[in-house]
């Protein structure tokens, strides 16, 4: 009994992570293993650890915690903790720019959260793909997703968060190259900076627009005053890096040397890293510094084949819609299968109510009439089997005859040989023998559809019959000379003329025909 209940500390833990991460950390690491030994105990211990380590910029290790909690609440559904789990696995392949898997676990939170009123699940959901959209250049996407975890934040109060995502949205402006909308941002944003940390990375963006806009001195002025505030991961290596990407533009080349250097001891992402080395490539050619230019040349190379291998990744975007696709496929295919349980059940009421209301003096007459129709209808479905395998049999030994030489053969001559068979066997030159034939053969189909439906056209009669004879859909789209689109347009217009309202009754129309 005692382990089914959730240990005071998990619950204290769970609630201080926000606001007190380090207190966190050190009541997870000093909880003593006995109290988290249940399934559900410890499912919360590894995601509560990870959001932890997270919060402390710690590597999110070992990965069998957060393995084991998304297990475990996917057999013991908990959206809102499943949500969070997702998002944290999420995280964790962003980390390392594995951005397709990272984008798939994004968007199973959100199919997640989607239903909560959990704000700060949602918003850092959405601040995390507009991340990677704005990394593969998607930029209105990412402006979207930056928007919605920027209300996604004010609606939670967490004004630090809401001021990144806000400071983000002037990240896609200037990712665009629309620099002055970035500046309009980023001046609006200068008003809700509330501390050093905060105000830093604000002039350090300013620093990088003004650059990219051709105002190197204003640039250098930001960058130098972003460098005496704190900075959060790797944000002094970018700021090192765009004084030397300045100071090259001043043709200071010692100084730029100096800066693009230092940048690479405050671990450096690989796309900054690439960019620092394209600085000292460019001073050391400068200098006419050879063997230093060839060193960082090739360490340059490196770097763009690691960023291309990156960038080659399905793009978030890309996988979003599929999803959201495949989603809506998934729903639509659950009310379909209800809309066909609901029908199966009214005919089953239907014919049983009939079957007992006349089940009394009629019982014996149905029961030899429907056995005499039955064998009817199966004797003549017999016949019409024999004459159609007869017919696909002699199809398929021409083919077999002349594989040899079919395989040989160009794409053009494949198509003529194909064309050739079905020509000689079915006789399509002679469109009154194949009617002939087809009659005979389908239980007189052709002569069923010319008098009740006269607007059938020949192509339309046609693919009525190589339907019927289970003829391959391309050799089909051979012999019409046709496209997929245009064998969708054709079958559209058929339903048209005989009165069906889908393309998928069309099976059973022509085998009702058949039948008769």
């Avoid at 003529?416 to 239980?443: A, G, P, Q």
Wanted: aromatic letters at 12%.
């Amino acid at each position: 009994m005692a382990c089914s209940f959730t240990p005071n500390e998990l619950k204290v833990a769970e609630q201080i992570i926000e606001d007190h991460p380090d207190s966190a950390l050190y009541i997870l690491q000093h909880l003593p293993s006995y109290k988290y030994k249940s399934g559900s105990n410890r499912a919360l211990y590894g995601l509560l650890m990870i959001q932890t380590l997270d919060k402390k910029k710690l590597p999110l290790k070992p990965e069998t915690l957060l393995n084991f909690s998304i297990a475990w609440y996917e057999e013991h559904p908990d959206g809102e903790r499943l949500a969070t789990c997702y998002l944290y696995k999420g995280r964790t392949y962003k980390y390392c720019s594995q951005y397709e898997k990272a984008i798939i676990f994004y968007l199973k939170a959100l199919d997640k959260a989607q239903s909560s009123k959990n704000n700060i699940l949602l918003g850092r959901i959405n601040l995390d793909m507009g991340d990677i959209n704005n990394l593969q250049r998607d930029f209105l996407d990412a402006r979207q997703k930056y928007k919605l975890s920027f209300t996604y934040f004010k609606n939670a109060n967490l004004h630090n968060l809401a001021f990144y995502s806000y400071l983000n949205i002037g990240r896609t402006y200037h990712e665009a190259k629309d620099y002055k909308n970035a500046q309009i941002i980023y001046q609006k944003t200068l008003f809700q900076a509330k501390d050093s940390m905060q105000q830093g990375a604000l002039f350090q963006e300013m620093g990088q627009n003004f650059y990219d806009s051709g105002e190197f001195n204003t640039a250098l002025n930001f960058c130098r005053i972003a460098i005496k505030y704190p900075y959060i991961g790797n944000n002094r290596a970018i700021r090192y890096y765009l004084l030397a990407e300045i100071y090259f533009s001043l043709k200071k080349f010692d100084s730029s040397c100096y800066y693009a250097s230092a940048a690479f001891k405050y671990n450096p992402h690989i796309r900054t890293q690439r960019e620092c080395y394209r600085v000292l490539v460019n001073t050391a050619n400068s200098k006419g510094d050879i063997p230093s230019l060839q060193k960082y040349m090739a360490k340059y190379q490196d770097c763009t084949d690691s960023i291309r291998i990156i960038d080659s990744q399905t793009k978030g975007s890309v996988l979003e819609t599929m999803h959201k696709t495949t989603n809506e496929a998934v729903k639509t295919k659950s009310k379909l299968w209800f809309l066909f349980l609901v029908l199966i059940l009214v005919i089953f009421s239907a014919i049983t109510i009939y079957i007992v209301k006349h089940r009394r003096n009629k019982k014996e007459e149905l029961l030899i009439e429907l056995k005499h129709t039955q064998q009817k209808a199966q004797i003549r479905k017999d016949v019409i089997l024999k004459k159609r395998d007869a017919l696909l049999i002699k199809i398929k030994e021409k083919k077999a005859e002349q594989s040899a030489e079919w395989k040989k053969a160009v794409l053009e001559n494949r198509q003529k040989m194909d064309r050739k068979i079905y020509e000689e066997l079915l006789h399509l030159n002679d469109v009154n023998f194949f009617y002939k034939e087809m009659d005979t053969i389908l239980n007189n189909l052709v002569t069923k559809l010319q008098t009740r439906y006269p607007a059938l056209t020949e192509k339309e009669i046609q693919w009525c019959c190589f339907h019927l004879l289970s003829i391959p859909t391309q050799d089909m789209l051979l012999l019409f000379d046709y496209k997929v689109d245009s064998l969708k347009k054709m079958k559209q217009r058929l339903i048209n003329k005989v009165n069906l309202s889908s393309v998928n009754q069309l099976n059973d129309f022509l085998n009702a025909i058949l039948s008769e």
